[in-house]
C-alpha cells in the first residue's frame, strides 16, 4: 500500500517530501471530456469515484506536507497561483501579478467576486493569515516556500505580524522578499501555500475550490464531495465526487466492478490485471517522480563521503530499477529526470562497481565491515512505485561488500537510511532541488539528512534570481551534478505516472498538471480503446 495535484500520486513514504507534481497530476484526473443534460425523470448521475489507498490525518492545510493530504486539498483549496496543463505557472486566486526592485517584490492583484465554500468573501486579508499562520508550523511542517518574505523567521518564532505583507486594499497584497526572487509566484502552487477560510480546521475542509466538502472524516473509507455552485471559474460537469479509500492490492478489482472509475494507485500486479482488460484504459506519463534513499548525515560513519559513495557502487541501479520498480522505470544518474530543463543527459551517474566500493571502506577503515548495521527504513507493503523485491535486492548487494543492514518500518524508531518517493509541483528544476538539498532546509522539508554544501546553496540561489533561461539551466545542471557526487541520496530510479480508467470515463487520462480538475463525465458510449 502507498506510505509527489487527492489529486506530490504525492505520496510521503515515510515522509516524503513535499511535492506537487503527483498532487497535480492525480487531480488531472477530473479534466477534460463533455457531459449530457440529463432529462428529469431520471435518478441523478452517480459520483466520480476517485480509488485512493491511502488516508489522511486530518484536514488542515498544515497537513498538506504529508502526501494523501495534499493530493486532496488541491481539489478544495487554492493559492494564489496554479500551474496549467503545460506545467506552466498561471494566476488563480491572483489575476496576475507585478515583479518589482528585481523580484526584490511582487504585488498580487487579487481576484475579485470570490467566495469560501461557507459563503465568507475572500481577500487580501485572508492571505496574510493564512500565511501568518503557515509560518508559525512545527518545524516539520514549515512551509519554506514562504520563507522568503521579510519577517518569515521572526513570525515563524512568535505571533508578531510578517513584515513583509501588506494588504494594499481588499484586493491587493504586497509582498516584500529579503532577497530577490524571481521564482516566488511559482513557489505559491504548493498546497502549503492555499489559502483556507477561517473556518477552515482539521475537521471541516472549507476553501474556494471548484468542490466542496460535504462529508466524511479525513480517516474515513470515503469522503464526499460536491460541486461549489458559487465557483468563481468553470464549473466541474459532474456533481458530486467520492474519495474512496482502496487496499491498492484490491485497486484493480475496485475498477473492474465499478467502485472506483479513476485512481493511479496502481501496483505492478494491478497493472498486469487490468492491462488485460479491454474496458480499462491505461495511461503512462513520462518519468517525473524520484525514488531515492535519503542518507542520515549525522549517523558518524554516513559522514564519511568514502562510505556514501560505496553504498551507491555496491548497487546494480540499473538492475533495481528493472527488477525492483512496481512499473517499467528509468535508473536515475542524479536528482534531475531526462525531461527536466537542466538534468544532464550526459552524465551517467555513479557506476555499479562492488569492487571500487570495497576499496573505498578499506581506505575508510572498514575493512572487516561498519562498525554496527545501518538502520533501513522501508514502508511496510510494496506500493506503486516499487516491489516487495526491494528489501531483498538491497540487502544482498550492500552484503557482498561487507555492509550489514537492518531493515524497519517503524516510522518512530532511528534511521540511517529511508526510501522516499518525491513528485515535485512542476518540471521546474528547483522543485527538485531546493526543497532537498538547501541548507536552510536542512533537517525539514525532504533534506532530512540535513545535507550541507554552501556551492549546491549559491548554485541554487544563482538560479533563483538569474533571467536568462540558458544560464539558469546550466546552474541547475552544475548543482545536480554536484549533489550526485557528494551522495547526500542514492537516487534509484524515476517513477513514471500512470493511471487507470474505466474506459466509460472521459477526462481521467490527462496525464500532465493542472488545477481545474472539473470536466470529467461519464460518456454512454464504450469508445475505442
Known sequence: MPTPSLARSFKLLTTRSSTVYRIFFLATLLVAGGCRAQPDDLPPEPPLQIGVSGRMNGYSLDRTREYYAARFAVLLFEGLARVDSAGTVQPSLATRWDTLDGGRRFRFHLRRNVRFHDGTPFGSADVVRAWQLALQRTQSNHPWMLDAIDGADASARTDVALRG??????????VRLTTPLLQFPRLLISPEAFIGART?????????????????????????????????????????????????????????????????????????????????????????????????LRTPVLSDLRVRRALVLALDRARLASDAS???????????????????????????????????????????????????????????????????????????????????????????????????????????????FHSTVAGEAGNTGEFRDTIVDRLLDSGRVVVDSIRRQQLMRAASVRIDSLVPNIFLWYVPVTTASHVRMAGCDAGLPSSTFVNAVRTHDTPPR
Do not use: H
Request: hydrophobic share 40%; proline share 6%; glycine share 6%.
Open 165 to 174: 505583507l501588506t494588504a494594499v486594499d481588499d484586493s491587493t497584497l504586497d
Open 200 to 296: 477552515s480546521n482539521d475537521s471541516v475542509a472549507v476553501g474556494t475550490g471548484p468542490w466542496q466538502w460535504r462529508d466524511g472524516a479525513a480517516n474515513a473509507d470515503s469522503i464526499r464531495l460536491s460541486r461549489f455552485g458559487g465557483y468563481w471559474g468553470v464549473q466541474p460537469r459532474m456533481g458530486a465526487l467520492t474519495v474512496r479509500v482502496v487496499d491498492d492490492t484490491l485497486m484493480s478489482r475496485a475498477i473492474e466492478r465499478r467502485i472506483v472509475d479513476c485512481t493511479s494507485d496502481l501496483t505492478r500486479e494491478s497493472m498486469i490485471a487490468l492491462s488485460a482488460r479491454t474496458d480499462v484504459r491505461i495511461i503512462r506519463r513520462s518519468p517525473l517522480g524520484l525514488v531515492r534513499l535519503v542518507l542520515n
Open 326 to 436: 512496481a512499473s517499467p522505470a528509468r535508473v536515475a544518474n542524479g536528482p534531475l529526470p531526462p525531461d527536466v530543463a537542466g538534468s544532464d543527459k550526459r552524465y551517467a551517474g555513479i557506476p555499479y562497481d562492488p569492487t571500487a566500493a570495497r576499496e573505498l571502506l578499506t581506505s575508510a577503515g572498514f575493512a572487516a565491515g561498519l562498525p554496527r548495521p545501518l538502520r533501513l527504513r522501508l514502508p511496510s507493503a510494496s506500493t506503486v512505485e516499487f516491489s516487495s523485491d526491494l528489501r531483498s535486492l538491497l540487502t544482498t548487494y550492500w552484503a557482498a561488500v561487507g555492509i550489514a543492514v537492518e531493515v524497519s518500518t517503524d516510522r518512530a524508531a532511528p534511521v540511517d537510511l529511508e526510501l522516499r518517493v518525491s513528485y515535485p509541483d512542476t518540471r521546474d528544476a528547483d522543485d527538485y532541488l531546493y526543497s532537498r
